[in-house]
């Protein structure tokens, strides 16, 4: 609780009575202040797991009964101090007065006799011949409180160690459902591992989902002991697609069934480098090593009159992997202040060029443009952003860009609630239903104004509640694009999406929801614009809003 000790009667008044308590949120934090010219005093109260900050004016108003029968100790808060002559507490007054009138900045002590600078000795002290300051030399002198010889002291080289800072649970187990629709054995962990001062960091993750041929590794390690930081790495990482439709042979005492799948194998060796021009902005640098190896997996199964045979995998053909050396250089800055789900004040921006050298050959041109500003701080944002990608070169239709996923242009791919999108074949076209959202150079825009729905709702008496919930409304536009075609700004008449392109537009709400700083939540209702006969959808996903 807050007591207040009255200088003119020398005793105690209990100001508070709460039930949790008045304490500082950190160990050096102040638990209470007051001003005295405002004479209002706010402290800070601990209840039920929370933190709040109360305050009141005049706090003297809330003195009652006193405490009775008080001796003071040298150990009390406030003590009973002989009070000195008139004269000499009027003079250490007018000293600290003369040295405020001065403008000379000087901290100012208030004893019960009056107020003097702290840097000037009492009275009592001064009478007493206690004039000598309390230096090193002194404190070495005395045996009660001799400083350590520093002479004695050994310096060490400081020695990397590495010690797991986050190891997920290991798994191991037989599903159903891999990558070929089988059972199969899968399993996997991640380690993240760290020095004492976080400066050198490993980490390294593992997954194997059916085939050992087909397991997923990753590796890498971070060093951030100086201004100019790197990371090298590499990974593995399988992709399966399957072909549309499956053949049938008809054999003399059986049917064989064949599917196939197209099957990547992605290969990446990096390194990237960052250095900050400030506390915002970071100059950074890259340059990555890319082998995709390309095969034709078949799914065979032979069905006799009485039952199949368990389904068998064989490589049909394998084509020469795709090698290329991709460096990159980018400018980057972001000083925006992030909320429950999304950014709420500030701005970021990436400018980047890539380009690729090797069997496949383009350049990428990427700037991402993103700005949030609050109406009403941490209650009503606009958030905007511009972005635009474009590979230009031989091979820029390699791999084609898809702009309706949820983070771009929602409304158009009601697929992405299934998790299916457009894809494309390395050295062939894309193919699906919405081939307009898919180009080797996209634009977008979007514009969303949001706003809390849920802060904190506590279940009753129980220590939990509902998780940050934020609404939003939102319009986006999208424009994908290719080599030769032409762009403009509306639906051309006699309208070929082979030839030509124009924006997509969709507006729309969402909800978004911080899940126990886990994952965020986002749900979208969007209606489509510019798609005859295309109603309004929900999507779902993972991830803060951009």
Known sequence: NVFLFDMGDRLQYQLTNVLGGISAITEYSPALTWARGADRMAFTYYEKGDYTIWSMDNPRHLKTVAFRNQ?????????????????????????????????????????PTGARPSAQLSAGEAQAGEVEATTVAVLNANPDFALPDTARFRDYKYSVGFKPDYIAQPEIGYATGNQYGLSGFNGGTTIVLSDLLGNHQI?????????????????????????WQYTVGGYQQPIFLPQS?????????????????????????????????????????????????????????????????????????????????????????????????????????RFQISPSVGNLRW???????????????????????????????????????????????????????????????????????????????????????RFPLVRRFDLGNLPIGLPPIEGLLFFDAGLAWSKDQTVSLTKPANYDF?????????????????????????????????????????????????
């Open 71 to 111: 001796v003071a100790t040298p150990t009390a808060l406030v003590m009973r101090v002989p009070s000195l002559p008139a004269t000499i507490a009027v003079a250490q007054t007018d000293s600290a007065r003369k040295l405020a009138a001065a403008g000379i900045q000087s901290s100012t002590y208030r004893a």
């Open 245 to 349: 439709g499956g053949t049938v042979q008809q054999l003399a005492d059986r049917d064989r069934y064949t599917t196939l799948f197209v099957r990547y194998v992605l290969r990446n060796a990096f390194a990237t480098t960052q250095y900050p021009l400030n506390r915002f902005t970071r100059i950074e640098g890259g340059l990555q090593f890319n082998s995709i190896g390309r095969s034709v997996i078949s799914l065979t199964q032979d069905c006799f009159f009485n039952g199949c045979t368990a389904p068998e995998i064989d490589d049909v053909a394998n084509a020469p992997a795709y090698n290329f050396l991709s460096p990159s250089i980018a400018y980057v800055s972001d000083n925006t202040l992030f909320g429950y789900t999304a950014p709420v004040i500030g701005r970021r921006y």
């Open 363 to 449: 350049v990428e041109y990427l700037a991402d443009y993103r700005r949030y500003d609050p109406i009403i701080f941490n209650t009503l944002t606009i958030a905007t952003r511009v972005l635009g990608s474009a590979s230009v070169g031989r091979d820029e239709s390699a791999f084609p860009k898809y702009i309706g996923r949820p983070e771009y242009v929602r409304g158009y791919d009601q697929a992405n609630f299934s998790g299916y999108e457009c894809t494309s074949y390395i050295g062939g076209g894309a193919s699906c239903n919405t081939e307009q959202l898919v180009g080797s150079r996209v634009a977008v825009f979007n514009a969303e104004v």
């Open 498 to 546: 082979t030839l030509q392109r124009y924006p997509l537009r969709s507006y729309g709400a969402g909800i978004r929801v911080n899940l126990f700083n886990l994952a965020i939540l986002k749900w979208d209702y969007a209606v489509p614009l510019d798609k005859p006969g295309r109603k309004a959808n929900w999507t779902f996903s993972l991830g803060p809003s951009f």
């Open 203 to 227: 980490a390294l993750s593992a997954s194997v989902y059916g085939q050992l041929r087909d397991a997923s590794v990753f590796a890498a390690y971070a060093n951030l002991s100086r201004r």
